[in-house]
């Protein structure tokens, strides 16, 4: 069983223009169910596999929502914890390309308060985790020492730091917090631009290189339109580029790389990253591009199901 570990929060995404002359140009704010460690937790379950998330979640109306879209994706929720704290909530704004930018609302909310299990269940085989869970505390630390203690039992970890600025108050604090987890992260999922901004602006794979380094067994980089790629000790072993698809947005685009990447290493029961060859990796990052090329394909974060893929030439 994979677990996924972070927040789960409500976007609230631009949908059809306002009278301008009323409303200043602004557009209605549609609600859309997401959060990064919970679109990964999505993707992974909708493409088969065992797949628990533990979170905490409010017992508000987005709480309950929350909580039934995982049921209705075969996500199990006997790791989740509710609350009645509100929702977190993410407003969206769209950039000409469908980028998303994100203002977040965070204070008092559910997801940060999750509390430390104890040990998961023996079956868990892989771990990941990301985004603001790994930002806000008092969950932040608590994901921290899950992420340790998983490590050191020999689970494959995976973050994806999935660095949301504005809620960085110490970005060398953080800078600094993030390369003490990596000697425990198996596999290091990050797009280019998160990793110039962890790396203050330095190259992106030369930045991976470094984590490799420092005890990372493989980092993917997302590039955007330039697709995926690998970087292990032997160095860059893998590359596949983008599929090209009308994009509605990119909201959970590399939420479902994560998931995709997670579903085909538990698909082939791999625990051991080092036994992946170049031709393996490649196999991996094309699953994972044809997955996120369905969610973008799509409005807000809706990764595709085994039927999708097979279906999506």
């Given at each position: 069983m994979i677990v996924v570990g972070g927040e789960a929060l409500v976007d609230l995404v631009p949908g059809e223009p306002l009278d301008s002359t009323v409303d200043g140009g602004l557009r209605a704010?549609?609600?859309?169910?997401?959060?990064?460690?919970?679109?990964?937790?999505?993707?992974?379950?909708?493409?088969?596999?065992p797949t628990s998330f533990l979170s905490r979640v409010s017992t508000d109306r987005f709480g309950v929502a929350l909580t039934d879209r995982l049921s209705a994706s075969n996500v199990d929720t006997s790791l989740l914890q509710r609350g009645n704290e509100p929702t977190t909530l993410?407003?969206?704004?769209?950039?000409?390309?469908?980028?998303?930018?994100?203002?977040?609302?965070?204070?008092?909310?559910?997801?940060?308060?999750?509390?430390?299990?104890?040990?998961?269940?023996?079956?868990?085989?892989?771990?990941?985790?990301?985004?603001?869970?790994?930002?806000?505390?008092?969950?932040?630390?608590a994901y921290e020492r899950i992420l340790r203690r998983e490590s050191a039992r020999g689970t494959l970890t995976v973050l994806d730091p999935n660095i949301r600025e504005a809620l960085i108050t110490d970005p060398a604090a953080y800078r600094a917090r993030f390369a003490s987890w990596l000697p425990d992260v198996r596999l290091l999922k990050i797009s280019d631009d998160d990793a110039a901004w962890l790396a203050e602006g330095a190259d992106p794979v030369a930045a991976a290189k470094t984590w490799v380094e420092s005890g990372v067994d493989a980092v993917v980089l997302t590039r955007g339109a330039d697709g995926l790629a690998v970087i292990t000790s032997a160095g860059e072993l893998a590359h596949v580029p983008s599929r090209k698809v009308a994009v509605a947005d990119t909201i959970g685009a590399g939420d479902t790389v994560q998931g995709a990447l997670l579903a085909w290493l538990h698909e082939r029961t791999v625990r051991d990253l080092a036994a992946l060859d170049a031709d393996a990796w490649t196999e991996a990052l094309a699953y994972a591009a044809k997955a996120a090329s369905i969610t973008v394909s799509r409005s807000g974060a809706e990764p595709p199901t085994v039927a999708d893929m097979a279906a999506t030439v």
């Open positions: 704010l549609l609600p859309r169910l997401g959060g990064g460690p919970y679109n990964v937790a999505l993707a992974a379950a909708r493409l088969g596999v993410a407003v969206v704004a769209l950039d000409e390309r469908g980028a998303a930018q994100y203002t977040f609302y965070v204070e008092g909310t559910a997801d940060r308060l999750v509390v430390d299990p104890g040990a998961l269940p023996e079956e868990t085989t892989a771990l990941s985790l990301g985004t603001l869970g790994m930002v806000l505390e008092p969950g932040a630390s």
